[in-house]
């Protein structure tokens, strides 16, 4: 079992921030990282380190945030916050949901993804021995940061947020990164004391460290990578943050096995999966729901989300795979291709310019240039079906619902509206006219003109 498996606690995770700093209708934590809502980087997290019991603080109306949490994690409770009132007042919001629990609570924020379960084990290792810990990290420019005041045996004494810090505790460079464990016997009824005396008029959670302290509990502080703990309130923060998921997502895919020939070029989300010896190409991008087998090669340029390529496929360049397409053993989907609901068969091959929706298309068929299946009336979907080792010729148009039988061929340029049978030719376009020195004519009349 993971060591990391041995702590028990119970998780608050504070989601109830708007989005207004960021300039957004959406709640802040609802921003996506690697195809994923900032909560569910924190709640995933959580999940690795199992919690006894979690709860997730939100706002009223942000049936959004709700919903992503229990997508997440579907045994956590939701807390409303009905009015802002600062982190005191959230935390204090999930006592009725922990109501009882005597161990470790591990108070988190919605807006830090980064933060990692190795950070978060060393914090519940901390509780081993104190009443409240709280992660702190070293700032070259703390502006914005509460300061962590320490004496001189280590004991944290109290949090000062910056806009309240005397000019002397501005100058110390131990900063509070928000998160903090305290033993459930002692949080509430420090939560309890704590007043607004502050200059936002709020209930701080930091402020029950001074509470704390001054019971004679033992305050431990814990440093972790500044990196790693920094809140998202911008834009250019939500940037700065997807460079480094995507920096831990390219490590972990080659570590596990998959040749990333320009790695810093390539885009992962968070649920992509690579097989082994599986090579990819610069300048690509995976959104959710993907998974490629062993041995796949996806070539540059190529766009893929919701699909499934199979061992040994071929994918691009300039591909692009859409949800609910599935590509098979050894297949090919080649430059200009778009596949959207599609199942190609093993071997089979559409190399170039060509779209096929919401098709199915057997073993070892051939998918002319410029082929496309016609698939939308203009108010309902239809399906094609292409036998194993049809042959489609270029620049045809399957005009859906219709079949080609396996083994059949169909000629360049038709326009195929009925099912062709197996082994048949189909051709569906006018007969070619030939008229002899007409071009001539033809443009001796245009000079003249």
């Known amino acids: ?10 998780a608050v995770v504070l989601a109830a921030g708007s989005g207004t700093r960021m300039k957004s209708s959406f709640p802040k934590v609802m921003h996506r990282l690697a195809g994923q809502p900032m909560i569910a980087h924190v709640l995933t997290t959580l999940n690795i380190l199992e919690p006894e019991r979690s709860v997730v603080v939100i706002a009223p109306s942000m049936d959004m945030v709700r919903d992503a949490a229990l997508e997440t994690m579907p045994d956590c409770k939701l807390a409303l916050q009905d009015r802002q009132q600062g982190t005191g007042h959230a935390v204090g919001c999930a006592e009725a949901a922990l109501s009882g629990y005597a161990g470790t609570v591990l108070v988190l924020y919605g807006d830090t993804p980064l933060i990692t379960e190795s950070t978060l084990s060393r914090l519940l290792v901390a509780m081993q021995s104190a009443d409240v810990a709280v992660l702190g990290m070293r700032i070259a420019d703390p502006t914005g940061y ?36 305290a033993k459930g016997t002692h949080l509430f009824s420090l939560l309890k004391k704590i007043q607004p005396n502050n200059a936002a008029g709020e209930y701080y959670l930091t402020d029950i460290v001074e509470q704390a302290d001054a019971q004679g509990l033992h305050c431990h502080v814990v440093e972790a990578e500044a990196g790693e703990l920094a809140g998202i309130n911008s834009r250019a923060q939500l940037a700065e943050a997807e460079k480094v998921i995507q920096q831990r997502l390219r490590h972990k895919a080659m570590t596990e096995g998959a040749t990333l020939i320009d790695p810093e070029s390539v885009y992962f989300s968070m649920d992509t999966a690579l097989g082994r010896d599986v090579v990819v190409h610069p300048q690509v991008v995976f959104g959710p729901g993907v998974t490629v087998e062993d041995k796949a090669e996806i070539r540059s340029f190529s766009h893929i989300e919701g699909a499934q390529v199979r061992k040994g496929a071929v994918i691009g360049p300039f591909a692009r795979l859409r949800p609910g397409s599935v590509v098979g053993e050894a297949a090919h989907v080649g430059n200009f291709v778009e596949l959207k609901k599609t199942t190609l068969g093993k071997g089979a091959k559409a190399n170039h310019l060509s779209y096929i929706g919401d098709a199915e298309v057997g073993e070892g068929a051939n998918i002319g240039a410029g082929t496309i299946t016609c698939n939308y009336d203009g108010a309902n979907k239809y399906v094609t079906i292409i ?31 009925d099912d062709v049978e197996a082994d048949a030719l189909a051709i569906a376009r006018p007969r070619q006219v030939s008229k002899p020195a007409k071009a001539r004519e033809i443009k001796k009349r245009k000079k003249k003109a």
């Not at 001189?152 to 903090?180: R, Y």
């Not at 042959?391 to 195929?416: K, Q, Y």
């Open 387 to 417: 036998g194993a080792e049809a042959f489609i010729g270029s620049n045809t148009s399957l005009v859906a619902p219709v079949t080609i039988g396996a083994g059949a061929m169909v000629g360049a340029g038709s326009v195929i509206t």
């Open 146 to 181: 509460g300061r962590l005041i320490v004496d001189s045996s280590g004991q944290l004494e109290e949090i000062v947020e910056c806009k309240d810090a005397s000019p002397e505790q501005k100058g110390i460079t131990l900063c509070n990164s928000g998160v903090m464990a």
């Open 1 to 10: 079992m993971n060591a990391n498996h041995k702590h028990k606690f119970a």
